[in-house]
């Protein structure tokens, strides 16, 4: 059973092209993450939210736009993608805010911008 | 703004060896701290999660340590395995008012096993 998962896996498109990472999560949890890993292997917090309301948005610029249609979804738009914007996404959940809940990791998604 | 570090970036060792990987943090007014493993090309997946009032905690051959007065943990690996060859990443979580938790991750250290 799959916890967290991602769509689609690899996503290869040109600079200016506007598009969509989902994420899902069937842990029942209450706050989800998106984290981007770059080419030297960091990996940065982008957003978090909360029983669908935006809590966190790192220093992302506003064509990223995440998106929460309900608790176990929340998908990440972006719009007039930019080489720099190649790197790989992971979508994450935890139960809840508190310090005791691990975060559980999508399989990511490698996103490539020619 | 809270920095991580892993030392060393890149480990090889012959199977069996015990190793210890280290993470070290700026800023000691920490939430919590967890230890990941990323194979190649995958997510990925929870190892140990130390509460900020905790010292240690084991599982199985994995033991994590958290000295928060210091901003050092360390990752021991017992009798290690071909399988245990994959990237392990520490992740410190910092309080963000209402928002709770939020992670900083280390480079990470890339540890291969060899039979």
């Known amino acids: 059973d799959t916890a967290v998962s991602q769509t689609p896996k690899y996503l290869v498109t040109q600079m200016g092209n506007d598009k969509s990472i989902k994420c899902e999560q069937n842990?029942?949890?209450?706050?989800m993450y998106w984290y981007k890993q770059d080419s030297k292997k960091f990996l940065k917090i982008m957003f978090s939210?909360?029983?669908?309301?935006?809590?966190i948005n790192e220093t992302v610029p506003n064509r990223f736009s995440p998106k929460s249609p309900d608790k176990a979804h929340l998908n990440l738009h972006i719009n007039s993608l930019e080489l720099g914007d190649s790197a790989v996404y992971f979508c994450?959940?935890?139960?809840?805010?508190?310090?005791?809940?691990?975060?559980?990791f999508g399989p990511g998604t490698r996103l490539t911008v020619t | 703004k809270q920095e991580v570090t892993q030392i060393p970036a890149a480990l090889s060792v012959p199977e069996g060896e015990n190793l210890v990987l280290n993470c070290s943090f700026t800023?000691?007014?920490?939430?919590?701290l967890q230890w990941f493993r990323q194979d190649p090309g995958k997510g990925l997946t929870s190892l140990l999660l130390i509460q900020s009032s905790q010292r240690e905690q084991t599982s199985g051959r994995l033991n994590a340590s958290l000295d928060k007065s210091s901003g050092r943990s360390t990752l021991y690996i017992a009798a290690s395995q071909p399988g245990d060859s994959a990237t392990y990443l520490c992740?410190?979580?910092?309080?963000?008012?209402?928002?709770?938790?939020?992670?900083?991750f280390g480079g990470g250290t890339r540890l291969m096993v060899k039979p």
């Open positions: 994450a959940s935890s139960q809840g805010l508190n310090r005791i809940y691990e975060q559980y």
């Open positions: 992740a410190v979580g910092i309080f963000f008012g209402n928002a709770g938790n939020m992670l900083t």
């Open positions: 939210y909360n029983n669908k309301e935006l809590i």
């Open positions: 842990l029942g949890h209450d706050t």
């Open positions: 800023d000691s007014a920490i939430y919590n």
